[in-house]
């Protein structure tokens, strides 16, 4: 089995039961003469593009927030919190984009957690970070490692899930 270059599953040899067998098995659409496209319905890529493109846009704003609306009302360690929360809310919009294409390429159920995980993980590490930095309430900050291990987690998912289906 290989991929074209659109993204298209490449099955060669199988007789028309086994592609059957094969796609019902893995969610897949079967397709003339041996090629198989990716389904959406079971992997849902453009759920973590949207989720990635709205992420990316809060971040942005909550950026220009920060810049503009923040620098004279917080001290210099709740700003850089803030900042760090921005970063990494950016850094995990655009892993989200990859994941939207990385579940295509390689279907995964490990792929698809992973792409759970960059989520949650991101709210709650960014989350607790602007809530820290804009109340300064410190038990909040429970939250935030939470939130990175959710992230290394989810980093560690879509590993495996690349690793086990190169063959």
């Known amino acids: 089995m290989a991929f074209?270059?659109?993204?298209?599953?490449k099955l060669?040899?199988?007789?028309?039961?086994k592609r059957g067998v094969f796609c019902h098995s893995?969610?897949?659409?079967?397709?003339?003469?041996g090629f198989l496209i990716l389904s959406t319905e079971v992997f849902h890529?453009?759920?973590?593009?949207i989720i990635a493109a709205c992420s990316?846009?809060?971040?942005?704003?909550?950026?220009?927030?920060?810049?503009?609306g923040l620098r004279e009302r917080l001290d210099a360690d709740l700003l850089a919190a803030f900042e760090i929360g921005v970063r990494y809310q950016m850094y995990h919009a655009l892993a989200l984009i990859g994941v939207s294409w990385a579940g295509t390429r390689w279907p995964s159920p490990f792929i698809q957690a992973g792409?759970?995980?960059?989520?949650?993980?991101?709210?709650?590490?960014?989350?607790?970070?602007?809530l820290l930095s804009l109340t300064g309430t410190k038990?909040?900050?429970?939250?935030?490692?939470?939130g990175g291990m959710l992230l290394l987690a989810g980093w560690l998912?879509?590993?495996?899930g690349a690793f086990k289906s190169r063959k």
Do not use: E, K, N
């Not at 759970?116 to 607790?128: A, D, E, K, N």
């Open 45 to 49: 890529g453009s759920r973590f593009f």
């Open 12 to 17: 060669g040899a199988l007789s028309p039961t």
């Open 139 to 146: 038990g909040l900050g429970v939250m935030t490692p939470v």
């Open 26 to 33: 893995r969610g897949l659409s079967p397709v003339q003469d």
């Open 115 to 130: 792409g759970w995980l960059l989520v949650i993980g991101s709210l709650l590490f960014s989350g607790s970070l602007y």
């Open 56 to 68: 990316a846009f809060i971040a942005v704003a909550a950026g220009a927030f920060g810049a503009h």
């Open 4 to 9: 074209d270059a659109s993204g298209v599953l």
């Open 157 to 160: 998912c879509l590993a495996v």
